[in-house]
């Protein structure tokens, strides 16, 4: 099994583009969800999704938008790139929504908007 | 999100050392799990912790779910350098539409031979 994927691992925008961030997990997980990682905060929860059809918004959605088509896949989309939002972001899964089912995360994709 | 204060923000230690880090909140969660990202890498699980109270071994690593459910601690003992890394603290708290997990802002820890 590959886990969680995330695609592309690095890019580059120019303010005001729009780009789509890819995550796929192959484990047959119910939930999905994005963070974004900025030095010295932590994680922060961007949305989630607990199945297909079904997303959420977390603690700083503004500026991202999801969907959630399949199990398999949740792409994070910026309509409108800002230099707020240049981070790292993680996509993450589990089993269910349950305490029991601890995230998987994937290996980040690094965004630098200028 | 509920507050995660985690602490300390940075250690350097030497190879042998033991290493205690912990996380608070003003919150109760369900459940506290720890974490560590290597860099470049995505944070991997190291201890979850599911009832208050909970003491739980993983190898080196020590881990307990306060009393209050407000608080846990990460105990490492006998350091090595491939120990190096950012350690997060995270609760996680349900809702009706799914759970949520908050981290703490993280300790990364530097281990000389």
């Known amino acids: 099994n590959a886990g969680v994927t995330q695609t592309p691992k690095f890019q580059v925008l120019k303010t005001g583009q729009s780009m789509t961030l890819q995550c796929a997990q192959d484990m047959n997980h119910e939930y999905m969800s994005w963070y974004r990682q900025d030095p010295g905060m932590g994680l922060r929860l961007i949305h989630y999704s607990v199945g297909a059809g079904i997303t959420d918004q977390g603690e700083v959605p503004n500026g991202y938008n999801v969907s959630r088509s399949t199990t398999e896949d949740f792409p994070l989309r910026l309509l409108s790139a800002a230099p707020s939002q240049t981070s790292v972001y993680f996509c993450?899964?589990?089993?269910?929504?349950?305490?029991?089912?601890?995230?998987?995360f994937g290996a980040g994709s690094r965004l630098t908007v200028l | 999100g509920q507050q995660l204060n985690q602490s300390p923000q940075s250690m350097f230690i030497q190879e042998g050392e033991d290493v205690s880090m912990n996380c608070t909140s003003s919150?109760?969660?369900?459940?506290w799990l720890w974490y560590k990202q290597d860099p470049g890498e995505g944070p991997v699980l190291l201890i979850a912790?599911?009832?208050?109270?909970e003491l739980t071994s993983n190898g080196r690593l020590t881990a307990q779910f306060g009393i209050t459910r407000k608080d846990s601690f990460l105990n490492i003992s006998a350091s090595i350098p491939s120990d190096v890394g950012i350690y997060f603290c995270?609760?996680?708290?349900?809702?009706?539409?799914?759970?949520?997990?908050?981290f703490g802002k993280g300790t990364s820890l530097l281990v000389t031979p």
């Open positions: 995270a609760g996680q708290l349900y809702y009706l539409s799914g759970y949520a997990l908050n």
């Open positions: 919150s109760i969660f369900n459940t």
């Open positions: 912790l599911y009832k208050a109270g």
């Open positions: 993450a899964s589990s089993y269910d929504g349950s305490g029991a089912n601890v995230l998987t």
